[in-house]
């Protein structure tokens, strides 16, 4: 029998990577980063000098490329090709060219169709921003998260520091600005709730108030009780 799944959408810097993490952990789930699949042909595509404007160049090697989740409810690795890059896709440069990758229809396609298998017998929980749209539309839960540029800045400030980079606060207030402009107006797949998502603005909330509407919303879903 198909398994609850639960799609969680949202601008970056929303919390959806830790949101969508816990829930899947604390629901018994599979959690799928699907930015992270975004981020590993990123950080290639950057490693083997390739130019990241050459969709059928990019595209071609997204084919060619073999892309791992951890499988357990932790969720926090990735391989690229047998190695590790869970550390290496989070790097500014990274980050500063993502959206390029993720505005080019060919290589979505080819990332859509793996994050569908992924999803196709439920029991996961997936987090991008077109998952309730277009990658799983049937998904029995769909949340679009979303806060104050302002917060979603110092949020990735605070997570950059950790991971021991040089950021300057009012930088990246600008470029998750620009980031937003370009997700919700590429032509394929753009950035945008479904019809049928829950909206909820995490600014000022805690990631445990969050993590906690989103619980029952899908027990509410599942007819079962806080």
Request: charged share 30%.
């Amino acid at each position: 029998m198909k398994q609850l799944s639960v799609a969680i959408d949202g601008p970056a810097g929303a919390g959806k990577s830790t949101v969508a993490r816990q829930v899947a952990k604390q629901l018994g789930l599979i959690y799928v980063d699907t930015g992270a699949m975004y981020r590993a042909i990123t950080w290639k595509a950057l490693t083997h000098g390739v130019d990241l404007t050459h969709e059928e160049t990019v595209t071609q090697m997204a084919q060619r490329t073999d892309i791992r989740l951890s499988t357990d409810i932790k969720g926090s690795d990735v391989w690229v090709d047998g190695t590790t890059v869970t550390e290496e896709i989070r790097s500014p440069e990274v980050t500063a060219h993502v959206s390029t990758i993720a505005g080019q229809s060919k290589v979505r396609e080819v990332l859509v169709d793996k994050q569908r298998e992924m999803g196709r017998k439920g029991g996961v929980v997936m987090d991008g921003r077109d998952i309730g749209t277009h990658v799983l539309p049937d998904a029995e839960v769909k949340v679009f998260l979303t806060a104050s540029i302002e917060e979603r800045a110092r949020r990735r400030y605070q997570e950059m520091i950790r991971r021991g980079y040089e950021v300057d606060l009012e930088e990246l207030k600008e470029e998750i600005g620009l980031r937003d402009e370009k997700d919700k107006n590429r032509e394929h797949s753009p950035l945008r709730p479904a019809e049928d998502a829950i909206h909820l603005d995490t600014t000022g909330l805690s990631i445990d108030d969050v993590i906690s509407r989103i619980l029952h919303l899908c027990r509410t879903n599942l007819g079962g009780e806080e």
